[in-house]
């Protein structure tokens, strides 16, 4: 079985004008080292698709696995603690801590289930020098630009090594240059620790570089 | 890294938030620990007080008559008390003297403790540096509060120019109320005494007998003063006039004996049957002829100063003496043949059972005479003579009946047949009464019989020892009936009965609530003196009869007392309890303000896998670390608060406590709950808002939304329409029974009964947000709507922020309902009160009774009525007494009182409720305490009382009718009682309230009327006051001092006001809260909505109008707040007003709610300024 299947994945919402179906049916497998990227108009379910991916949501009907383990099948505590320990988010939005330093936000994960030690903080550390930021270590994210702060939340969503690696829009909201950059960084990152990768972006410049390259219509993924 | 470092960094970094929060816990924790402290601190100044007015004295023995002061010694030598007690020492003491200044008399003082004591006294002072001035035999000592009265100052004093005189209560052994008990010439004056100190209103210059916070009036002599006073008097028939009536006893350190030791104290007591007020005598008649001595008759005659035995010494007496057989003497005023219109004045008659313990008096004949049945009689052989009587004649028997009241005696007659005629000699030489008293017996040539024994008749000082019959000291007239036979048989026959009748005849004609023997004869045999006192009061103690001594641990009482009947305990802290909610409402706004900032966070650390269980802990750390930061401000801030209420009650709001007498206690324990329940229920506020964000989706909560439009299932919906429905109910169910109870249970029903319909409103206004679609249907727009659609953006952030307004308004509308004006009701048309330190025995409400008591040229005008009630003295248990009564005041109604009401509306006193069941008591409640029989205050038969609801709520904690309690008396005496009424804030507050006929019952020795409630039906042409001007002077020998009824009244309704005016200083606190929460509201929704108020400018909205809007808003607020809030209050106090006596001051609270308007429109314009300030490009991007 691949490392990441998701099959016949659903999603219905309910509304006061009766259910409304985004996701209708998605299937996609990837193994270890693998990427894709999905593209498709505002609205299509591409963000709700990669909830569900990430356990953020869940599916009205479908399965994801993961590594083997099917996690629709996970309770809450269960789930945030695969969550934690497997799987990277990146967002739109850095969504840093103002209250912490980069070194910090970038650590936050491993306080879930214990107190950062002397190699967690040496790891972050790393991360944060390959992501370009080693003289930024204690600057509060409201002293970083933008760029800057979607590196150190990519620093954070692979402080834990996950396998499944997720990026809503990466670099929606950077500049051409840093989105460029950080796409890179992304790709770059993936293959250095053998993740998956699912990136969304309305950038099919960046989708290019990707090795599946899908489109979210109707519901469905379609080849581009 | 770690959890807690995230949570101290969150602390810091928003500690703007953070602060309010804290602020928002501060200020519940300070009321809740300024309510805990004003506590504390009522109770430990009443405590203070307590351990003040009695300084080292721990217990007292109180006497009902007089022992002699050596008993205190004996008492000191007693193993038990060497154990556990330092001091003993005697005293008299007198509650209820008058005091006059001899330089003006106008200048008086009732009430007065009048205390008779040894330089001992003042070693029982806490304070040992005082030093007190020795008084001799014209000299006294006086507090300051008497001082003040009389005008008397220091200056005058020292210069010796100080004279006072003092009235003390001469009561005679006899009780008044019975035949022979003198009605008038009861007050002993002692004129002239100079002062030599005014003593402080500390230690013991505030000794008295009674618990209460108010100034007692004492004046201090010496012991030896007044036992010479009353060497003539009271004192008579005491062996030695070395007399005390009280004995003060100090323990041993600071720690009180126990209630063990005080047992073993009493036990240990030994007074002697003197000291009991007994008498035991040999009664003994010898005759020698030739050296041959006979024995007539030879016993133990035991008798009481008080005339008539108690019940219970006659039954130790039968138990420890089989043998001893009981006598009853009577006075007959007039003896004489049926039909005939002449008879004997004033015999004494014995009913006397004649048996084998002693031998029965013989006949003529000489034969015995067989025992006397019902309706027969025996006279001697002399009053036959007199009446030319023989056996088979009927006579006719007339005497007083044994009870009076208003000290008019009523003459009874019984025809009672001649069944014999008892043999009685003439003696040689007649009786002699000496000089000094002494009465030396009668000498026989012939041989003397059984019938003739004066010793039948037990002793009356100033009769049985007066030289001749003119002499009688009787409350009667004597004179005129008595003829010179009469005036020879005293000198030779003196007290020896002129008839008998048996035993059970006498009983049945002159039984009364003082007893129905007279005297007991003990047959010799039983032993000498000695033995037959040491037996007899060896069966007391066996027995544990209550014989006058009582020993009472008054500091134990007093301190148990101090625990309080204050309002204050319940009251301040329910009321404490809204605006400690409001302070919940305003931590739990503030707080979700703080939350939904940091939505995000919340969602950031849920995607990166922090289990809800620890994020929860994370916030909760940070927010526990906030509560107590809060929790130490709120208490320093609640000491401050408590300090604050305690200067107000002090000075502004002194009336609630009488006297300035309060100081700050703070008890680390109180603190400690102040703090820990301060920090708990914030935490758990917290988590409740907490709770409510778990079920939310991690990406919406990414996104920022803290809460979901809950989409409304039907189910949900009907869930809480039963709800609002359920609280309503609720509300209007416990309203209803509210109106069943009284007092605190009252007033707490309605204010519980107000939450909840305030809650109700609340939720249902929550509901209305929350069904947003609907409004948003008319599709019609316009600002007022786009403002108050701004509140269903988030439905429980606007429902709160009107909680707080609302909770604001209710408590100060509510609170001040309950204020009182003195209603006619509550005076039911009486014009004066009057109270006499001493009773006064005559009617006053005829002219016969007006004479005697006010002079013969004088009388009360026309139309004047007088209720005279019987008073049996205990504590005040009105509101002005901040102490827990447990020994009430009680008074008696006499049935004309209770008639007077029969006649409707008019005139009739306010009830709160009563258990009336007929027409007739449902008319007049006060029929209800008639009954056929007197009832007799055990636990089977409890005497019905009528009590203010205040004082029954306050000071007895009673708090529904058919309540049972019983009550102790130091004095002896142990009642229970049943509440069949409560009167509504009326003039008869402090007091029980019972029939006349059960007053007697229970307090059988307590004679008169010292109690008075006045009616003045016209006014008069000249000077309204000349009645009661004219009462207060002629009386004022016993005290009698009258005040306005409505004076009165009004006094007792100052101190709830008072208590009112404190609590809606609290409602002014939580208006403080209401007006920051809604600060914190409206500003931070303003912040929130930078974006879109900016692209509405964008949109083309003038800065002004959406100011205005912001405005709107907040008037939206707070006008839906302030309207729950008043309509909560009325349907609170609707019900209070038609069964109470409410009314609200609308004044001040109308200017109260403009202030709440004005202040919360400044908010508003204050947080619409915000907008116009911030340039829109700045408002757009953020
Ligand atoms: N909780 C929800 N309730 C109803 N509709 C939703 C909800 N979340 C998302 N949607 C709808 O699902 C659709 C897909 O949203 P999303 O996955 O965010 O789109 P995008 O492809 O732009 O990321 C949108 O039309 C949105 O309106
Ligand atoms: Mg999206």
Redesign the interface.
């Known amino acids: 079985m691949p490392d990441f299947v998701a099959s016949t994945v659903t999603k219905e919402f309910d509304t006061p004008a009766g259910p409304l179906r985004i996701l209708d049916g998605i299937s996609a497998e990837l193994e270890r080292g693998q990427n894709m990227a999905i593209i498709g108009d505002s609205g299509s379910g591409k963000s709700t698709f990669l909830h569900i991916a990430g356990t953020l949501d869940s599916p009205s009907s479908g399965t994801v696995c993961l590594m083997g383990s099917d996690l629709t099948e996970l309770n809450e505590n269960q789930l945030a603690q695969f969550r934690n320990e497997n799987i990277g988010f990146i967002f739109q939005e850095h969504h840093l801590l103002p209250q912490l330093t980069a070194l910090e936000n970038v650590l936050l994960p491993m306080v879930a289930t214990n107190a950062t030690d002397s190699n967690s903080i040496q790891r972050g550390k790393d991360l944060l020098d390959s992501v370009g930021l080693s003289d930024r270590l204690n600057h509060r994210p409201a002293a970083l630009s933008g760029g800057e702060r979607q590196r150190v939340a990519v620093a954070r969503a692979l402080i834990r090594e996950p396998i499944l690696l997720l990026a809503d829009e990466p670099t929606g909201s950077l500049d051409q240059a840093n989105a460029e950059k950080t796409g890179q960084l992304l790709l770059d990152l993936q293959s250095q620790h053998n993740m998956i990768l699912i990136c969304v972006t309305h950038s099919s410049k960046l989708a290019s570089v990707f090795q599946n390259n899908k489109r979210l219509v109707d519901g469905r993924l379609a080849a581009v | 890294?770690?959890?807690w470092q995230?949570a101290i960094?969150?602390l810091?970094?928003?500690r703007r938030t953070n602060l309010a929060i804290a602020l928002g816990v501060a200020a519940a924790t300070a009321v809740l620990t300024g309510a805990l402290i004003v506590g504390d601190s009522m109770r430990n100044s009443l405590r203070e007080l307590t351990l003040e007015r009695l300084g080292m004295i721990d217990e007292l023995m109180l006497s009902d008559g007089f022992f002699d002061q050596s008993l205190a010694e004996t008492l000191r030598e007693t193993s038990e008390f060497k154990e556990s007690y330092t001091l003993a020492s005697p005293a008299i003491l007198f509650p209820g003297g008058t005091v006059q200044n001899s330089t003006d008399s106008k200048l008086r003082a009732g009430q007065v403790t009048v205390l008779g004591i040894t330089p001992k006294f003042w070693e029982f002072e806490q304070d040992q540096k005082s030093n007190r001035k020795e008084l001799d035999e014209n000299s006294i000592i006086i507090n300051q509060a008497v001082a003040d009265d009389l005008q008397i100052s220091n200056a005058e004093v020292e210069s010796g120019s100080a004279k006072i005189t003092v009235r003390i209560p001469k009561r005679n052994q006899l009780p008044a109320d019975s035949a022979l008990g003198k009605k008038s010439d009861l007050i002993e004056s002692i004129v002239d005494l100079t002062v030599v100190q005014i003593v402080p209103m500390t230690g013991l210059g505030r000794f008295g007998l009674y618990p209460s916070q108010a100034d007692p009036y004492n004046v201090y002599v010496s012991i030896q003063l007044l036992q010479d006073s009353l060497a003539r008097s009271v004192l008579t028939h005491k062996s030695d006039s070395a007399q005390a009536n009280i004995i003060l006893i100090s323990g041993k350190g600071k720690t009180l004996p126990t209630e063990i030791n005080s047992e073993k104290l009493r036990q240990a007591l030994r007074p002697s049957l003197e000291d009991l007020g007994l008498s035991l005598k040999r009664a003994t008649q010898t005759f020698s002829i030739e050296n041959n001595e006979t024995t007539i008759f030879d016993y133990w005659s035991l008798s009481s100063a008080r005339l008539v035995l108690s019940d219970e010494v006659a039954q130790a007496t039968e138990t420890a003496f089989p043998t001893a057989r009981p006598i009853f003497t009577y006075l007959a005023n007039d003896i004489r043949k049926s039909e005939t219109d002449s008879g004997i004045p004033f015999s004494m008659v014995a009913a006397v059972d004649f048996d084998n313990a002693f031998e029965p008096i013989s006949a003529l004949t000489g034969n015995p005479i067989a025992p006397i049945q019902a309706n027969e009689i025996v006279l001697n052989q002399w009053a036959a003579d007199d009446l030319n009587a023989t056996k088979g004649d009927s006579v006719v028997v007339t005497f007083f009946e044994p009870e009076t009241t208003h000290g008019a005696q009523k003459e009874k007659s019984v025809e009672l047949t001649v069944v014999d005629i008892a043999r009685l000699t003439e003696p040689d030489k007649a009786f002699r009464v000496s000089r000094r008293g002494q009465i030396s017996p009668a000498e026989f040539k012939q041989c003397p019989t059984l019938a003739n024994d004066p010793n039948l008749t037990p002793e009356v000082p100033g009769v049985t020892d007066a030289q001749s019959i003119e002499n009688w000291d009787l409350p009667f007239d004597t004179a005129g009936k008595i003829r010179p036979q009469d005036d020879d048989y005293w000198g030779n026959h003196r007290t020896t009965p002129k008839a008998f009748v048996s035993l059970a005849m006498g009983q049945e004609l002159w039984d009364s609530r003082f007893g129905n023997v007279t005297s007991f004869r003990i047959p010799i045999s039983a032993g000498s003196k000695g033995d037959v006192s040491k037996k007899l009061l060896t069966q007391f103690i066996e027995d544990d009869a209550k014989l006058g001594l009582h020993l009472i641990q008054i500091k134990r009482q007093g301190i148990d007392a101090s625990s309080g009947s204050t309002p204050f305990d319940f009251l301040f802290l329910a009321l404490s309890m809204f605006v400690i909610g409001a302070a919940l409402i305003l931590v739990s706004l503030l707080f979700r303000l703080g939350l939904q900032q940091r939505s995000?966070?919340l969602?950031?650390?849920?995607?990166?896998?922090?289990?809800?269980?620890?994020i929860r802990r994370i916030c909760l750390y940070e927010m526990a670390s906030v509560s107590c930061l809060g929790a130490v401000a709120g208490v320093s801030l609640g000491m401050g608060y408590a300090w604050l209420m305690i200067f107000g009650l002090k000075t502004w709001w002194v009336g609630a406590i009488a006297r300035p007498f309060l100081t700050i206690h703070i008890s680390p324990l109180s603190l400690g709950i102040g703090f820990f329940s301060g920090v708990i229920i914030c935490i758990l506020t917290i988590a409740w808002a907490l709770r409510r964000t778990r079920k939310q989706?991690?990406?919406l909560l990414?996104s920022g939304q803290l809460e979901s439009p809950e989409?409304h299932s039907s189910k949900t919906r009907k869930t809480s329409l039963a709800i609002i429905g359920i609280l309503a109910f609720t509300a209007v169910c416990l309203t209803a029974t509210a109106t069943q109870l009284a007092g605190e249970a009252q007033a707490g029903a309605f204010l519980g009964a107000g939450f909840l319909i305030l809650a109700s409103l609340l939720m249902s206004v929550y509901r209305v947000f929350k069904k947003s679609?609907q409004l948003h249907s008319s599709g019609r727009l316009n600002l007022s709507r786009l403002a108050i659609m701004s509140f269903q953006r988030n439905p429980l952030r606007s429902t709160l922020t009107i909680g707080l307004v609302a909770v604001a308004c209710f408590l100060i509308a509510a609170v001040s309902s309950f204020r009182l004006t003195p209603s006619e009701r509550g005076t039911a048309g009486f014009e004066w009160v009057a109270q006499s330190s001493q009773p006064i025995h005559y009617d006053l409400n005829n002219l016969e009774g007006q004479k005697l008591a006010l002079g013969s040229e004088n009388q009360l005008r026309e139309g004047t009525e007088i209720s005279a009630l019987r008073l049996k003295p205990g504590e005040d248990a009105s509101c002005n007494n901040l102490y827990q009564s447990s020994q009430p005041r009680i008074l008696g109604v006499n049935p004309q009182f209770i008639q007077e009401f029969d006649k409707g509306e008019a005139g009739r006193f306010a009830w709160s409720a009563s258990l009336a069941s007929t027409e007739l008591e449902k008319q007049n409640p006060w029929r209800l305490l008639d009954s056929p029989q007197p009832h007799a205050g055990t636990a089977e038969d409890p005497i019905p009382v009528v009590i203010d609801k205040n004082t029954a709520n306050y000071s007895l904690k009673i708090y529904i009718l058919n309540t049972v309690k019983q009550i102790d008396y130091d004095s002896g005496e142990s009642i229970y009682i049943r509440v069949v009424g409560f009167l509504e804030n009326t003039l008869l507050q402090g007091s029980l309230i019972i029939s006349e006929q059960d007053f007697e019952k229970a307090f059988p020795t307590i004679g008169g009327y010292q109690y008075f409630l006045i009616r003045e039906q016209a006014t008069p042409a000249n000077g309204s006051e000349s009645d009661i001007a004219l009462l207060e002077e002629r009386l004022s020998d016993q005290g009698f001092d009258a005040r306005r009824a409505d004076v009165l009244l009004a006094n007792f309704m100052s101190v709830q006001n008072t208590y009112i005016s404190t609590f809606q200083t609290l409602g002014a606190l939580g208006l403080l809260l209401g007006t920051f929460g809604l600060a914190a509201v409206q500003i931070r929704s303003v912040l929130e909505r930078k974006k879109e108020l900016g692209l509405m400018r964008a949109i083309g909205f003038q800065r002004n109008t959406l100011a205005k809007m912001v405005v709107l808003e907040n008037a939206w607020l707070l006008i839906i707040g302030l309207g729950i809030g008043i309509f909560s209050a009325l349907f609170t106090t609707i019900p209070h007003w038609l069964v109470g006596t409410a009314s609200a001051p609308w004044l001040e609270l109308s200017l109260m709610f403009s202030a709440i308007i004005t202040v919360g429109l400044l908010v508003g314009f204050y947080a619409s300024r915000i907008i116009s300030k911030t340039p829109l490009l700045e408002s757009l991007r953020t």
């Open positions: 890294m770690n959890r995230i960094k969150s810091f970094y928003f995000s966070e969602g950031l650390l849920k995607a990166i896998g922090f289990p809800q269980t620890q989706p991690v990406h990414i989409t679609d």
